[in-house]
């Protein structure tokens, strides 16, 4: 489905650096998530409203946020129960975000939109829609549809 909208996936053994990302964090993350990630690299891309980092070195956003460095909103979003995992397309803010604080069967968790504005203003963690049940029903949406509004840019050097 990416491939074929010229997003340039390739696949590649990442399992040390999926390792790398989740000893920085305090739970697994989704099982169609790591799956994901541990066999494919890629650029950031867009999909149905949402742009997922990229995951195409031993330096990028997932390992970044998942530091939960100092005055990123991952420092707030991960004591929360919240791994951030993209933001709202368009130039968008919020964080895209995989919901750790309800059980879910193979740790697939509901992906969810958080408002950036009450993290940077108000230290407050405010959930504003739950976008998909799991990574695995945003794959299926993304599948269903004849143009999921799939794409990417090249980065500006």
């Not at 994901?36 to 031993?58: K, Q």
């Amino acid at each position: 489905m990416v491939k074929d909208r010229s997003v340039p996936i390739r696949e590649e053994d990442n399992a040390s650096r999926l390792r790398i990302f989740e000893e920085k964090l305090p739970k697994r993350l989704p099982q169609s998530f790591e799956s994901f990630l541990s066999r494919y690299s890629f650029p950031a891309f867009d999909v149905l409203g949402i742009t997922l980092f990229a995951w195409d070195a031993d330096s990028n956003p997932y390992i970044e946020e998942a530091s939960a460095a100092k005055n990123s909103l991952s420092e707030f979003l991960i004591p929360a129960g919240f791994v951030h995992i993209g933001r709202t397309d368009m130039g968008g803010f919020d964080a895209i975000c995989f919901d750790w604080n309800e059980p879910a069967q193979n740790r697939e968790y509901r992906i969810v939109q958080v408002d950036h504005e009450d993290i940077l203003c108000n230290s407050k963690v405010r959930v504003v829609a739950e976008l998909w049940p799991s990574f695995i029903e945003l794959v299926e949406d993304a599948l269903s549809r004849p143009d999921p509004h799939i794409s990417w840019e090249e980065p500006i050097l």
